[in-house]
C-alpha cells in the first residue's frame, strides 16, 4: 500500500483558499507520473484540511451532503503527492498516487471517458500523454 | 501561428452536459503534450459552443460577466486539440496547444504556481511531469 503523507500547510495557504456561497472549492486530481486529468470533485474547507493532514483526497458530496474519502468503499484510494492552489485561490490541484482500477465509478480510469466530436466513443480516454500534433 | 481545428460535437453530446444552477460548467485546460493543468474557468452553453465551432477556448467571466476568449489581448491564445466532459457531465476537460507565455494572467505559464506545504514558494509550478517518489 502506498504511503500517506500529510503535507504541512500554513496558514496563510489556508486563508488564500477561497470558498463559494456553498463553502465549497473544486479540486481537480492528477496522476503523478503520466499527468491524466483522473477527476474533479468538490471540497469544503475540513475536507480540504482533512486531505492535507492525512494524505488522502477527502471531498464533500453535494448529492449526500456528507464527506467521502475516495477509495474507502471501492479501494481506489489516491495518495497525495502534491498540492497546489491557484492565481485566484479559487481552484484546487491535487497530484496523486492512484491506487487500483482508477478514479471513476463507472470503471473508466479517469472520470473523462467522453471526447466530443464525431469519432468519440465511450471509453475512448484521453492518453497519459496526448500525441503531439493529433 | 497554430491551426484552429473546430470540433464537430453532436448534440447529444452537448446535451449530455449539465450546467449548474448559472448556467455554467467548469472548463479544465491542460497543455497537449505535457500534460500541464493550466487553469480552470467556467463556461456556459454558449461559451462551449463557441469553443467547439472556433476550436479556441472560450469562458463566461463571473465577475466580468462577459464572454471572453483566452488570449484574445494578451495573445496567449488555446488552440483545442481535444475535449472531454466528465462521467457526471458536469465537468469539462480541454487539452490545447498553449501559445505565447503560458495561461496565467501572473505571467506564470500556468495558474497552479502556489503549491501547499512548508517548502512551498510562489513561482513553484508543478512539473510538466511530476517527480516520483516526490
Given at each position: 500500500m502506498p504511503e500517506s503523507i500529510p503535507i504541512a500547510a500554513t496558514d496563510a495557504q489556508i486563508a488564500a483558499v477561497t470558498f463559494n456561497e456553498d463553502g465549497l472549492v473544486p479540486a481537480i486530481v492528477q496522476e503523478q507520473g503520466t499527468g491524466q486529468v483522473l477527476m474533479m470533485a468538490w471540497m469544503n474547507a475540513d475536507s480540504l484540511r482533512t486531505s492535507l493532514e492525512t494524505g488522502r483526497t477527502w471531498f464533500w458530496s453535494r448529492s449526500r451532503q456528507e464527506y467521502w474519502c475516495k477509495g474507502e468503499t471501492s479501494g481506489d484510494r489516491q495518495y497525495i503527492r502534491e498540492a497546489y492552489y491557484d492565481c485566484d485561490g479559487d481552484t484546487l490541484l491535487f497530484v496523486v498516487e492512484q491506487e487500483g482500477k482508477g478514479a471513476c465509478h463507472t470503471g473508466?480510469?479517469?472520470?473523462?471517458f467522453t471526447a466530443f466530436g464525431p469519432e468519440a466513443e465511450s471509453g475512448a480516454e484521453p492518453a497519459a500523454e496526448p500525441a503531439a500534433g493529433d
Open positions: 473508466n480510469y479517469s472520470c473523462f
